[in-house]
Structure formats: structure tokens, C-alpha cells
């Protein structure tokens, strides 16, 4: 009996080391938990409390850029040379060339290209000695340096461009930088015609170019 009464005494001293044990794990590894968890979260007050309020501020309400969205234009004026005529849209002619206003005494602008007031440079022409009659470019060649063009485009927005300077070309000649600019600014260039006229080609000898900035 004794044996078996030793036995008994010995699992049950063994079970109660068993449990001890476990017990010990277990509050070590509570331990562990609520220092890990107290640890993180002064790690972080801390790195709130270091960082600026600014950086905080800019990464929580950073505002987006503002885009300016210019309308489309529908009056061309210049008050030097009494201009207000009514702005035509247009692509490409038949041959290739910019197209022209169906009006003698309207405008077109070059729809394929650039706002009036985008950056880049935005193209308007207009027809001059049409038939005999008043057209709408007319007196271009009168503008100077210095001298004010306004676009007013379908919002109401009234756009101001200053003349910067004046070139003629052949007709024949390339004039694709009349289209394009990658200067970053915006422009706005008139184009007419001017010189003496062709009853062959039914053309003027000549294509006035007026180049302008927008203010």
C-alpha cells in the first residue's frame, strides 16, 4: 500500500509541479503581451508627439491643384481696328491646309489645336479684301506692339492677349510654327492675308501673321 500510496503522492507532486509550470508560462507570457502592447504604444505617442504639425497637417488636407479650364471662344475683339466678329470653327480643308470662316466678317478658330488661353498657341484666322467687300481682318496689318486682342469665350470669360510682333509669309511656305509652342506660355495668332491678289491661284501673294501673349 505503501508503494502505491508513494506512487499516488509522487503524480500528484508531479502534477502539481505540472501546473505550477504552466502557470509560470503563463503569466510570463501574459508578461510579454502587455509589454510588447505597452512598448508599441508609447513608440507611438512618442513619434506623434516628435513629428511636425505641419507634415500632418499637409498628409491628412493636402489640397489638390486647381485645374483652369478655359471655354471655348465666341467673339473675337480688337478694339485698335473696331473688330467684334463672331468666332467659326474649323479643321482642315480639302487640301490639307487650316480651313477659313464661311463669313467674310467672321473669324475662325482652329478647333484641332489649342484653347485661346491654354498654354500653347491658339490659332485664328479671318479673311481680308474678300470680294471686293469689308472683311474681318481687314486692317491687321494696323496692329502694333503693345496693342490689346480679347478673346470672350461661352463661360463669358473674357481672355487678354498683348501683341508681341507681326511676320509675312509665302503662301507656299512652312508655317507650322504658326500651330505649336512649347514654351509653357500662352499664345493667340491671327492669321490673314495681304499683298497683291492672284486671279489664277484666286489667292493674296501673301499671309500676315500677328503673334500674341496672353497678359
Request: charged residues 25%.
Amino acid at each position: 500500500m505503501s508503494g502505491s500510496c508513494g506512487y499516488k503522492l509522487f503524480e500528484k507532486s508531479m502534477q502539481s509541479k505540472i501546473l505550477s509550470r504552466q502557470t509560470l508560462l503563463i503569466a510570463i507570457l501574459i508578461g510579454f503581451v502587455l509589454f510588447l502592447a505597452l512598448f508599441f504604444y508609447f513608440t507611438f505617442q512618442s513619434s506623434i508627439q516628435s513629428s511636425p504639425a505641419s507634415l500632418i497637417e499637409n498628409a491628412v488636407v493636402s489640397p489638390k491643384q486647381e485645374q483652369t479650364s478655359f471655354g471655348q471662344p465666341v467673339r473675337l475683339k480688337i478694339p485698335k481696328i473696331n473688330v467684334d466678329a463672331v468666332v467659326e470653327y474649323v479643321g482642315f480643308a480639302p487640301d490639307g491646309a487650316m480651313d477659313v470662316p464661311k463669313e467674310r466678317t467672321n473669324v475662325a478658330w482652329f478647333n484641332l489645336g489649342t484653347r485661346p488661353g491654354e498654354n500653347g498657341s491658339a490659332v485664328i484666322a479671318g479673311h481680308y479684301g474678300w470680294k471686293n467687300k469689308s472683311s474681318a481682318l481687314d486692317n491687321l496689318y494696323k496692329l502694333r506692339k503693345g496693342d490689346k486682342v480679347y478673346i470672350e469665350d461661352d463661360k463669358g470669360v473674357i481672355i487678354s492677349f498683348v501683341m508681341r510682333e507681326n511676320r509675312r509669309y509665302d503662301p507656299k511656305a512652312d508655317a507650322s510654327d504658326i500651330f505649336g509652342s512649347n514654351d509653357g506660355e500662352s499664345h493667340l495668332n491671327l492669321i490673314t492675308c495681304e499683298g497683291v491678289w492672284n486671279k489664277d491661284s484666286k489667292s493674296y501673294s501673301e499671309r500676315l501673321v500677328v503673334f500674341t501673349d496672353k497678359e
